[in-house]
């Protein structure tokens, strides 16, 4: 008789772990089903910035042929009701462009001017990394604005040119 109670209860255990392992299964396939991808807003934070710095790129170049010969103009930035909320003054190229020193720092700046704002997007910290192929002369240089996840768009300060949101 002894026997026979183990052996129904060997069994009993059997079944209750399949069924435990049946069950996250099923919960598990369920959870992946049902999940819908959230957005991903820090990338989106990071598209908003890139945009503000593009149309601050075009707005200094356009001031700066209106006053030209300078090497600093002054940008007036606008929240969305146009008032005005910040003035940064922004140091440009012989070509008209927004640029600094060729090194990190003179990418920070950049940044800071154009965008009037840390280097910062939704809480992170957006990195500002200056590269240059020697190579093919002194105007072969740019700036690499990226975050940690991966996202980054480089700009081009000799001819002022953006690339797009690569992620």
């Not at 255990?13 to 957005?39: C, D, P, R």
């Not at 945009?51 to 601050?56: E, G, I, T, W």
């Not at 707005?59 to 300078?70: E, G, I, K, L, N």
């Not at 002194?138 to 002022?160: A, E, H, I, V």
Request: charge should be negative; include cysteine.
């Amino acid at each position: 008789m002894k026997k026979k109670n183990k052996e129904t209860s060997s069994m009993a255990t059997i079944t209750k772990a399949l069924i435990a392992v049946l069950f996250a299964i099923t919960l598990g396939l369920t959870m992946s089903f049902l999940h819908t991808g959230e957005e991903d807003t820090t990338t989106k934070a990071f598209a908003a910035q890139l945009d503000k710095f593009k149309r601050h790129i075009v707005a200094s170049h356009w001031q700066w042929r209106v006053r030209q010969p300078t090497n600093m103009i002054m940008l007036i930035h606008y929240d969305e009701s146009g008032s005005e909320i910040n003035r940064t003054p922004v140091r440009m190229s012989h070509n008209g462009w927004p640029s600094y020193e060729l090194s990190d720092t003179g990418c920070e700046n950049i940044w800071k001017a154009l965008v009037a704002a840390p280097l910062r997007v939704d809480g992170f910290k957006v990195n500002a990394r200056y590269y240059a192929e020697l190579d093919d002369g002194d105007d072969n240089y740019w700036c690499r604005f990226s975050l940690s996840s991966g996202s980054y768009f480089d700009y081009f300060p000799d001819d002022g040119s953006v690339t797009s949101l690569t992620n």
